[in-house]
T-cell receptor, first 109, second 114 residues
Framework: DQQVKQNSPSLSVQEGRISILNCDYTNSMFDYFLWYKKYPAEGPTFLISISSIKDKNEDGRFTVFLNKSAKHLSLHIVPSQPGDSAVYFCAASALDMRFGAGTRLTVKP | DTGVSQNPRHKITKRGQNVTFRCDPISEHNRLYWYRQTLGQGPEFLTYFQNEAQLEKSRLLSDRFSAERPKGSFSTLEIQRTEQGDSAMYLC????????????FGPGTRLTVT
């Protein structure tokens, strides 16, 4: 069952512009949401998280927005850099962690 | 480096053979998780331990899968009588209890069943 969905398998953005990665979920019991970043041949790396009691969390160039009524999560990266090119996974946690299928971000110089 | 390590990084086996993977978590982390990731999908939770206790195993894919963490440090994941459908990346992660939303992943073991 796909409780966490990332409907865009890929995204290409020009360096310096904003990258927006989206995620939808179905389970209203999720109480914590996370974004992980994955480079080839490495495991996912924790990037940023947000509790369900908040609607925004910011860490440097990365901001996560949570819209609970829409069951929608997004990650904004601004400005985007070529080193941000990776696969980004959205994850949501209740009793265990559920991951989306990932979005491959390519930032072009 | 004190990150999560996994061995082996790659394993090729013939159908019907048993395989065992090892995970060494970050030393101060008391929670350890196993995930499976297939092509084009995100990690899929399998099981987790707090210290040596396996607190959740209902998501293990079949009774051919088992995991142990005998001394609360490293863990092993065993797959018996492997099938071609078991081919995947097996990821291990660790965290501190109470901060288990922030899991640190190892590089994974890629299993290929021929």
């Amino acid at each position: 069952d796909q409780q966490v969905k990332q409907n865009s398998p890929s995204l290409s953005v020009q360096e310096g512009r904003i990258s927006i990665l989206n995620c939808d979920y179905t389970n209203s019991m999720f109480d914590y949401f996370l974004w992980y970043k994955k480079y080839p041949a490495e495991g996912p790396t924790f990037l940023i998280s947000i509790s369900s009691i908040k609607d925004k969390n910011e860490d440097g160039r990365f901001t996560v927005f949570l819209n609970k009524s829409a069951k929608h999560l997004s990650l904004h990266i601004v400005p985007s850099q070529p080193g941000d090119s990776a696969v980004y996974f959205c994850a949501a946690s209740a009793l265990d962690m559920r991951f989306g299928a990932g979005t491959r971000l390519t930032v072009k110089p | 480096d004190t990150g999560v390590s996994q061995n082996p990084r790659h394993k090729i086996t013939k159908r019907g053979q048993n395989v065992t993977f090892r995970c060494d978590p970050i030393s101060e982390h008391n929670r350890l998780y196993w995930y499976r990731q297939t092509l084009g999908q995100g990690p899929e939770f399998l099981t987790y331990f707090q210290n040596e206790a396996q607190l959740e195993k209902s998501r293990l894919l079949s009774d051919r899968f088992s995991a142990e963490r005998p001394k609360g440090s490293f863990s092993t994941l065993e797959i018996q009588r492997t099938e071609q459908g078991d081919s995947a990346m097996y990821l291990c992660a660790s965290s501190l209890a109470g901060a288990d939303y922030e899991q640190y992943f190892g590089p994974g073991t890629r299993l290929t069943v021929t």
